[in-house]
């Protein structure tokens, strides 16, 4: 079965330092989709990216960075410089190929990140 | 603009008093989905849908129904709703194989 998890529950930085979300997951398949979405405070799901099992190059969009190590099963999200407008709930989620059609996405708990002035 | 939409968005209820809760999407998914997110447990998938008339559980569907009798929308069904259906609801639609889900803006559910 797959499982997504997020080991750190909340997580303060003070703005403009970086910080990395830890994301490790479990899964029997060898092709699976791995996302990050993050819900800030007013409650809504943003995707910010998704990632194929095939593709362990990282991704660097702007301040925000992802590190995927199949090796270690894990995709890992880091802010850098970070600022007020990244507190949010960061959630972590698996999709497996061979879901019989269902692309269920399997979340972690989240993290909440909170960026102090 | 591509968007699901969610009514209503805010919802207070009496236990065992029927409530649907709709869901829409301009994007001519075939795949729609409904997660319900409680603190410490992530969000879970109740239902899904992969085409018109083709639905199925997903992990905790207890308590709940759906129907897909047009593509764009997907209503979420509480026959005789209980305090502990008490939750965040949210929508998704995606492009099938493994696409990028979109969701809904939420709808906060408080079951007196």
């Known amino acids: 079965a797959q499982k997504v998890t997020q080991a750190q529950t909340e997580i303060s930085v003070v703005e403009k330092e970086d910080v990395t979300l830890d994301c490790v997951y479990e899964?029997?398949?060898?092709?699976?989709?791995l996302f990050w979405y993050k819900q800030p405070p007013s409650g809504e799901l943003v995707f910010l990216i998704r990632?194929?099992?095939?593709?362990?190059q990282n991704e660097i969009s702007g301040r925000y960075s992802w590190n995927f190590q199949k090796s270690t099963s894990s995709f890992n999200f880091t802010i850098t410089a970070s600022q007020v407008v990244d507190s949010a709930v960061y959630f972590c989620?698996?999709?497996?190929?061979?879901?019989?059609?269902?692309?269920?996405?399997?979340f972690g708990t989240g993290t909440r990140l909170t960026i102090i002035p | 603009e591509a968007q699901v939409t969610q009514n209503p968005r805010y919802l207070i209820t009496v236990t065992g008093k029927k409530l649907t809760v709709t869901c829409s999407q301009n994007?001519?998914?075939?795949?729609m989905s409904w997660y319900r997110q409680d603190p410490g447990l992530g969000l879970r998938q109740i239902y899904y849908?992969?085409?018109?008339?083709?639905?199925d559980k997903g992990d905790v569907p207890e308590g709940y129904k759906v129907s897909r009798k047009e593509k764009r929308n997907f209503p979420l069904i509480l026959e005789s709703p209980s305090p502990n259906q008490t939750s965040l609801y949210f929508c998704?639609?995606?492009?099938?194989?493994?696409?990028?889900?979109?969701f809904g803006p939420g709808t906060r559910l408080l079951v007196l």
């Open positions: 998704a639609s995606g492009g099938g194989a493994l696409e990028t889900q979109y």
């Open positions: 899964t029997r398949d060898t092709t699976y989709y």
């Open positions: 990632r194929n099992s095939f593709d362990e």
């Open positions: 989620a698996l999709s497996e190929a061979t879901n019989f059609g269902n692309e269920k996405l399997t």
């Open positions: 994007m001519n998914h075939e795949y």
């Open positions: 849908s992969m085409n018109v008339e083709v639905t």
